[in-house]
């Protein structure tokens, strides 16, 4: 999930919240996401070429029975059918949007174990809109993007089946092993077979997560990036390292209570 722009059944194209304290959150965000000597991101959350892929919205009336998470917009082959699987499986459905000809056009939802999540139609390619800089930058340098996806959950196996009805995704096992006891993990895949999530047992490393979508994003400088979460009024929950030594990916909370993964450019 390097690129925004995956257009296919289970790709995540982008992913929003909507918070009380905004401009609090607008501040904490901005400096967190902007570090680096190009940050990938904008101040106004818009990804540096002005795409926007994670939107930072006031708790206003119409959303304040929404929970305080960052809600991925996964794309479904028929957003009409998707809602009715998650239903019949536990789910529920918190917004559903129609068209003037009854058409659905995108619902959110909740999977049984309460973590939130967005469904739209399978975008056209090419459907995007334009960026305001691109002809200036480097077409292979990295820019603001949703990179990866993680539900920790203790019922995984449960939870695998449920996405797989709903937005359709096949499944590839992970062994692992905690304790010399071994399971495995699953790695979700898109319509076109490649890696779009992970749904992994709330054990060992793992086990002090929240049972929510936590998406990730990259930033510029991953190190200065956490040290400006405290100051800003988060937490840094979990780092991981990498062979080197340095951080190779952290989740952090943010002022409000949400959740959100960090990863090196």
Same mark, same amino acid.
């Given at each position: 999930?390097?690129?925004?722009?995956?257009?296919?059944?289970?790709?995540?194209?982008?992913?929003?919240?909507?918070?009380?304290?905004?401009?609090?959150?607008?501040?904490?965000?901005?400096?967190?996401?902007?570090?680096?000597?190009?940050?990938?991101?904008?101040?106004?959350?818009?990804?540096?070429?002005?795409?926007? !892929?994670?939107?930072?919205?006031?708790?206003?009336?119409?959303? +304040?029975?929404?929970?305080?998470?960052?809600?991925?917009?996964?794309?479904?082959?028929?957003?009409?059918?998707?809602? /009715?699987?998650?239903? +019949?499986?536990?789910?529920?459905?918190?917004?559903?949007?129609?068209?003037?000809?009854?058409?659905?056009?995108?619902?959110?939802?909740?999977?049984?174990?309460?973590?939130?999540?967005?469904? !739209?139609?399978?975008?056209?390619?090419?459907?995007?809109?334009?960026?305001?800089?691109?002809?200036?930058?480097?077409?292979?340098?990295?820019?603001?993007?949703?990179? $990866?996806?993680?539900?920790?959950?203790?019922?995984?196996?449960?939870?695998?089946?449920?996405?797989?009805?709903? !937005?359709? $995704?096949?499944?590839?096992?992970? +062994?692992?092993?905690?304790?010399?006891?071994?399971?495995?993990?699953?790695?979700?895949?898109?319509?076109?077979?490649?890696?779009?999530?992970?749904?992994?047992?709330?054990?060992?490393?793992?086990?002090?997560?929240?049972?929510?979508?936590?998406?990730?994003?990259?930033?510029?400088?991953?190190?200065?990036?956490?040290?400006?979460?405290?100051?800003?009024?988060?937490?840094?929950? /979990?780092?991981?390292?990498?062979?080197?030594?340095?951080?190779?990916?952290?989740?952090?909370?943010?002022?409000?209570?949400?959740?959100?993964?960090?990863?090196?450019?």
């Amino acid at each position: 999930m390097s690129e925004p722009s995956l257009f296919r059944v289970g790709g995540v194209l982008s992913a929003d919240i909507a918070v009380p304290e905004h401009e609090r959150e607008v501040r904490f965000y901005s400096r967190v996401l902007c570090t680096g000597e190009r940050p990938l991101w904008r101040e106004d959350l818009m990804n540096s070429r002005g795409i926007p !892929i994670i939107g930072l919205g006031p708790r206003s009336a119409d959303y +304040e029975h929404l929970p305080l998470q960052w809600m991925p917009h996964i794309q479904v082959a028929d957003v009409a059918a998707s809602v /009715q699987r998650a239903v +019949e499986r536990g789910g529920r459905e918190l917004m559903h949007a129609r068209g003037d000809d009854g058409k659905s056009q995108w619902a959110v939802l909740l999977d049984p174990n309460g973590a939130a999540f967005g469904i !739209i139609p399978v975008i056209p390619a090419g459907a995007m809109p334009p960026s305001d800089d691109s002809a200036s930058r480097d077409t292979d340098e990295p820019v603001g993007c949703v990179r $990866w996806l993680d539900l920790t959950i203790a019922n995984a196996a449960a939870t695998r089946d449920f996405y797989q009805q709903v !937005i359709g $995704w096949s499944v590839q096992e992970v +062994e692992r092993e905690v304790d010399g006891e071994r399971y495995s993990d699953f790695t979700m895949l898109g319509g076109d077979g490649n890696p779009a999530a992970a749904i992994r047992h709330a054990r060992g490393t793992n086990a002090g997560l929240p049972p929510v979508w936590i998406i990730s994003v990259p930033v510029g400088d991953l190190a200065e990036s956490l040290r400006r979460v405290p100051e800003e009024g988060g937490k840094v929950i /979990q780092t991981t390292p990498s062979a080197k030594g340095d951080c190779a990916s952290a989740v952090v909370q943010d002022p409000v209570g949400a959740y959100l993964g960090l990863l090196p450019a």
